[in-house]
């Protein structure tokens, strides 16, 4: 027993010692994302603003090496063309410029390019909506890290808005060109940083507010399609509970390009939602919009508006279970 003993402490303090080794080999800084500053909202259209500060602790020297920042966006914002940055340092000023589709992001698994790579690590975060990009930029110079070092970086962001309302939670991501997504000693984080913002809005633009912040009632996947895509309606009656049973059929109306209105409210097997195997109250439907609503050649739904109704169709349930407001879809696939 004391023979054996004595060999796992030999073991332990190797591995001890084998850590400390591989610390001061493989870590390069250590990168920190202090603090965001932005508003709670902006107009449609406006100018989103944001400062970003930052700071690393260096512990091997490096040469050439870039600041990166990377952003969480809704896809309409269209980010990539409409993003300006600049920063301040310790080591340096002057402007964050995109990087490449090109270049791929250091120890990203998959060899990926910085966006995809930012996406397949952190997805769309706490956002509930999967219609978001990660964008991503670094500084255009480059630089030599000595060790010791501690930099401190403030980064100005400047984005122009999309026209559409709404709510969504920002993302952030802070790391360097020479590490990427490295997890050190299985990580995360000590080489790069991430956080998301509290819910963000967008007021006073076009169409139906998009919410990625709350649980929706009821949502259409995919989000981006037209009327002649296959759809599938979800409606969770758990969210908000209302007086609708295990009975639920869709009552909808399309408007018509054309300015006229198809409406589809029967309480059939055509029209009947099935309740999700192993939910308690998630109910969906498949369907294709044009054979639903009975189009001609000629005719195209730009929106849909719509109810949950019971059997009978006496009981109808809209926004927030109200009888008088429907919900609403409006097609957008660019």
């Not at 294709?288 to 849909?304: C, D, K, M, V």
Request: aromatic share 10%; proline share 4%.
């Amino acid at each position: 027993m004391k023979i054996v003993r004595k060999i796992c402490l030999t073991t332990q303090r190797l591995a001890h010692w084998l850590i400390i080794a591989l610390s001061s080999t493989l870590i390069v800084c250590c990168v920190f994302l202090d603090s965001v500053d932005q508003a709670s909202s902006v107009q449609a259209g406006e100018v989103f603003e944001a400062t970003l500060t930052a700071h690393v602790n260096a512990a091997q020297e490096r040469s050439n090496v870039r600041f990166v920042i990377g952003i969480l966006l809704p896809r309409s914002w269209r980010a990539a063309a409409n993003t300006k940055m600049t920063y301040t340092s310790d080591f340096g000023s002057g402007e964050l410029v995109q990087i490449p589709s090109s270049v791929r992001a250091p120890n990203s698994g998959n060899n990926l390019a910085w966006s995809p790579a930012l996406m397949n690590k952190f997805g769309i975060g706490p956002n509930l909506i999967d219609d978001m990009e990660w964008v991503v930029f670094w500084t255009r110079e480059q630089y030599n890290i000595v060790n010791g070092d501690q930099v401190e970086i403030d980064a100005k962001i400047s984005i122009r808005t999309g026209e559409q309302n709404m709510r969504f939670k920002v993302g952030y991501f802070v790391g360097s060109s020479e590490d990427g997504l490295n997890d050190f000693l299985g990580g995360p984080g000590a080489l790069y940083k991430s956080m998301f913002s509290s819910c963000f809005e967008v007021t006073d633009g076009e169409g139906d507010i998009i919410d990625f912040c709350n649980p929706p009632q009821t949502f259409l996947t995919p989000f981006r399609s037209s009327d002649n895509d296959i759809l599938t309606l979800t409606f969770d009656r758990e969210i908000l509970p209302g007086p609708l049973g295990d009975d639920i059929f869709l009552c909808a109306t399309a408007e018509l390009a054309d300015g006229t209105f198809k409406e589809v409210c029967q309480q059939d097997a055509h029209s009947r939602l099935t309740l999700l195997t192993g939910t308690r109250g998630r109910f969906e439907i498949t369907f294709w919009p044009r054979q639903h609503f009975a189009l001609t050649a000629g005719e195209s739904i730009i929106r849909l508006t719509y109810y949950f109704t019971d059997a009978s169709g006496a009981i109808k349930v809209g926004y927030a279970n109200s009888p008088d407001e429907p919900f609403t879809h409006t097609f957008r696939c660019d």
